[in-house]
């Protein structure tokens, strides 16, 4: 079988794989569960390439990703739930169904009202979703609470920032930024509390507060939480590497220098960063 640019091929490729007797028996097991933490985690591989700007790993991953979704439709089409072609429709339908302004007769819609129009639609899908969940002996998909629909399953950092924005949107928010970053010294004050009074629970329950307070003031700030921890992650991984290479070069390892050797050579570090800046 030779590789080919037809999706007809990849899907021909994954039936292959999960047939009885002749596919491949680590594929046949599988189930929607236990797909599932593939598919994140090709997600965050996706996300990876375009960090590193590597197109060509970009390529590769965005397959990974889609043969993910095929796997997914293959195992809905065997229990007679839905198959590719149904994924496909129900994208496309959401696309022309939320983009009027440019499939429809509202091409002349200004920004703002684009978003209006935007939330309505939003709004009808959720109406029409609950309506199909109540007719298939579903139970609903919440309680028509504000926070409902933001999954559990998020990073915690993209879930804080999730709730946050909901909560913000009828009126439960901090004015501006300045308040929050007091709020992040009380939950500063609270976490020392927690520390010298040693219980687990609490100090977990204090770091997770001030752990979402801080997600609150990078909402208001206008950035990314995940994206701003990521690019600390690669400034501290490129830092601590410098630390082993100047150690390396004396024939020793971080666990042979002192705290303090390898705080110097940190800051030497930061100076070299700030320096190429």
Known sequence: MQPSRDIARLLHIMAALRTPNTGCPWDLEQDFSTIAPYTIEEAYEVADAIARGDMGD?????????????????????????????????????????HPHV???????????????????????????????????????????VLDGVPVPLPALTRAL?????????????????????????ETEEVGEALDEGG?????????????????????????????????????????????????????KPADASLDEMEALWVEAKGLERGAG
Request: glycine share 10%; proline share 2%; no cysteine.
């Open 58 to 98: 970009l390529t590769e991953e965005l397959g990974d990703l889609l043969l993910q979704v095929v796997f997914h439709a293959r195992m809905g089409e065997e229990a007679g739930l839905f198959d590719f072609g149904d994924v496909v429709e129900a994208i496309t339908g959401k696309l022309i169904r939320r």
């Open 103 to 145: 499939f429809g007769d509202t091409r002349d819609l200004a920004p703002d009202a684009v978003k209006a129009l935007w939330g309505e639609i939003k709004a009808q899908e959720k109406a029409e979703r609950a309506q199909r969940r109540t007719e298939a002996g579903l139970p609903p998909d919440g309680n028509g609470r």
């Open 162 to 186: 999730k709730l946050q924005e909901k909560a913000g949107k009828v009126g439960f928010d901090w004015r501006d930024a300045r308040q929050v970053l007091a709020k992040i010294r009380e």
């Open 200 to 252: 687990t629970e609490a100090i977990k329950d204090e770091i997770g507060d001030l752990l979402f307070a801080v997600v609150n003031l990078a909402r208001h700030a206008g950035v990314d939480p995940e994206a701003a921890l990521r690019g600390t992650n690669d400034k501290f991984t490129r830092r601590f590497a410098y630390v082993e290479d100047r150690l390396a070069a004396a024939a020793r």
